[in-house]
T-cell receptor
Framework: KAGVTQTPRYLIKTRGQQVTLSCSPI?????VSWYQQTPGQGLQFLFEYFSETQRNKGNFPGRFSGRQFSNSRSEMNVSTLELGDSALYLCASSPRLTGSTDTQYFGPGTRLTVL | GQQVMQIPQYQHVQEGEDFTTYCNSSTTLSNIQWYKQRPGGHPVFLIQLVKSGEVKKQKRLTFQFGEAKKNSSLHITATQTTDVGTYFCAGGANNLFFGTGTRLTVIP
């Protein structure tokens, strides 16, 4: 099976702009989670979508939002970008067989730089 | 809120030496997972432990889940340069909390 894919791989934006990141999960996986990775804060959970519904949400401001489509593909949006939003954004899919703490299969990530 | 801490944050070892990273959770975990992230890469799942006191081995890697299911360890015997990367533990109830990670450097 093909792995998790994320587009774009790299993105440069300026403060105040908004950005949309895309994630295609492994075929058959219905759960998609998003994580933010920074050197200072490590790997932090943003939110999880399952069957087009947000199931869990991490401790991030409302500027961070997401959605999931009927084919399980997911998008993440960040509005009014701040310098501190510069990070590697990782998407992970899972079959969610036993719950929201199933094994996560990560994509390569989108490296977002905010200038 | 739940916290998952790992120590040490960094570890430099000579090739052939052993390496251990420790993971501690502020709450009891239903299971613990370990991931490895190579430099410039993304986290890759290594293993999941579920039972109290469980020990699993993968070649030179030994994983252990504590009796109270609040701590875990990863031990690598005779490190190789291919072991370089950051090792994360992860656990949680409603979503996975990832540990702070231990970055391993192996000096040839």
């Amino acid at each position: 099976k093909a792995g998790v894919t994320q587009t774009p791989r790299y993105l440069i934006k300026t403060r105040g702009q908004q950005v949309t990141l895309s994630c295609s999960p492994i075929s058959g996986h219905r759960s998609v989670s998003w994580y933010q990775q920074t050197p200072g804060q490590g790997l932090q959970f943003l939110f999880e979508y399952f069957s087009e519904t947000q199931r869990n949400k991490g401790n991030f401001p409302g500027r961070f939002s997401g959605r999931q489509f009927s084919n399980s593909r997911s998008e993440m949006n960040v509005s009014t970008l701040e310098l501190g939003d510069s990070a590697l954004y990782l998407c992970a899919s899972s079959p969610r067989l036993t719950g929201s703490t199933d094994t996560q299969y990560f994509g390569p990530g989108t490296r977002l730089t905010v200038l | 809120g739940q916290q998952v801490m790992q120590i040490p944050q960094y570890q430099h070892v000579q090739e052939g030496e052993d390496f251990t990273t420790y993971c501690n959770s502020s709450t009891t975990l239903s299971n613990i997972q370990w991931y490895k992230q190579r430099p410039g890469g993304h986290p890759v799942f290594l293993i999941q432990l579920v039972k109290s006191g469980e020990v699993k081995k993968q070649k030179r890697l030994t994983f252990q889940f504590g009796e109270a299911k609040k701590n875990s360890s990863l031990h690598i015997t005779a490190t190789q340069t291919t072991d370089v990367g950051t090792y994360f533990c992860a656990g949680g109830a409603n979503n996975l909390f990832f540990g702070t990670g231990t970055r391993l450097t192996v000096i040839p």
